[in-house]
């Protein structure tokens, strides 16, 4: 019987909300109990690392992961929402190529990011976004992120001139990072406006968009596809946008198919990135224990367990994920959960 405690890696299509993609998740698996680890906006694409079951657990560690984003930004306006679903609120010249590429130098490192008014960021007890569709203006404290690279992939230029209309940029963030933000920001850098009109999430930590479920019905992200995503997006009435009822269609059984197929187990290394010590149970007979609740005994476990500070250990037997317990400074070892 397949166990529903696991990673799932899921390549979400544009146009739907991550909340709908998991449906298939819910279904292949047989369960509601699915936590995702960043969710991504409906016009956006690419990895979702969903934990399931009693992985669910670990949700909060895996949205804590760098991440790699590919971006389309148009030049030339801003919005209030920093996306192409907004209000303009700006218009500026577009820049030039060299411009762009001289603002770019000036975008990885460790920056301060003033995160967007329509955000899930909470002020005074409530949402950002519902604030902002308010009309109230509240001010959010900018934010330490780090830009590991920002790569200039694609340019579309205004014809017969070097003025950019689009560019893709790639870029490998910390976490908390907003790219319609740095597309906003890179925008003013370069003496422009921009905002963001599609995103495709490429890495999270160390999962890969390649390796998930609905991976080879993703098409392919380019500055042109992206555009074709938008004028469909704007054909679209209130009702395909706000779909009814899930009905599965024979796509999104082959899908539920691969996520059956590559749902995985928590692994030693996302687990060292997690920031756990990895400890390791010494037999069957151990691991027979610790599955039934018996007393930790420091003796169970291989190797040396140090109780220098309090401190989350994942316990594996072999490969195999077991449960997390925690280390006392009272040199004593307490459950958190365990995984059969």
């Known amino acids: 019987m397949l166990s529903n405690d696991g990673i799932v890696l899921l390549a979400k299509e544009a146009g739907l909300t991550s909340f709908v993609a998991l449906n298939n998740i819910k279904k292949s698996l047989n369960t509601g109990k699915v936590g995702h680890t960043g969710t991504l906006d409906s016009f ?17 560690q895996i949205t804590e992961f760098d991440k790699s984003y590919s971006a389309v930004i148009k030049f030339g306006q801003e919005t209030d929402t920093l996306e ?45 976004s519902d604030l902002a569709r308010k009309g109230i203006e509240v001010e959010i404290p ?8 920002a790569q200039l992939m694609e340019a579309e230029c205004l014809p017969g001139t070097e003025n950019v209309l689009y560019a893709r940029i790639n870029f490998s963030v910390s976490k908390g990072t907003y790219i319609r933000c ?18 495709l999430r490429t890495k999270v930590g160390n999962f890969n968009l390649k390796d998930a479920a609905g991976f080879s019905y993703l098409k392919e992200f380019t500055i042109s ?12 009435n209130e009702a395909e946008i706000k779909k009814g009822p899930y009905i599965p269609s024979e796509k999104d059984l082959l899908i539920q198919e691969e996520i059956r197929q ?13 920031g756990f010590e990895n400890i390791y149970l010494k037999n069957e007979s151990c691991l027979s224990d610790f599955r039934n609740g018996k007393k ?3 003796s169970m476990f291989t190797g040396y367990i140090s109780c220098d500070r309090e401190k989350t ?7 195999s994920f077991s449960g997390l317990i925690e280390a006392l400074p009272s040199k004593k070892l307490k459950y958190k959960f365990v995984v059969n």
């Open 262 to 274: 590559k749902i995985q187990g928590f692994s030693e290394e996302t687990s060292l990135l997690c």
């Open 296 to 298: 930790l005994l420091f």
């Open 142 to 149: 900018k934010r330490k992120i780090t830009v590991f690279s």
């Open 313 to 319: 250990l994942a316990v594996f037997y072999e490969k």
């Open 182 to 199: 740095l597309a906003r920001d890179i925008g003013a850098a370069c003496g422009s406006a921009a905002h963001l009109t599609g995103l």
């Open 225 to 236: 596809s992206v555009k074709k995503n938008v004028e469909e997006y704007f054909s679209k």
């Open 84 to 128: 192409f679903t907004g209000q303009t609120v700006k218009n500026a010249p577009l820049p030039s190529l060299e411009a762009l590429k001289k603002a770019l130098t000036g975008f990885t490192g460790d920056l301060l990011q003033a995160p967007p008014a329509y955000s899930a960021i909470h002020v005074d007890g409530q949402r950002a």
């Open 44 to 60: 956006a694409q690419g990895l979702l690392v969903v934990c399931t079951g009693r992985l669910t657990k670990l949700a909060g």
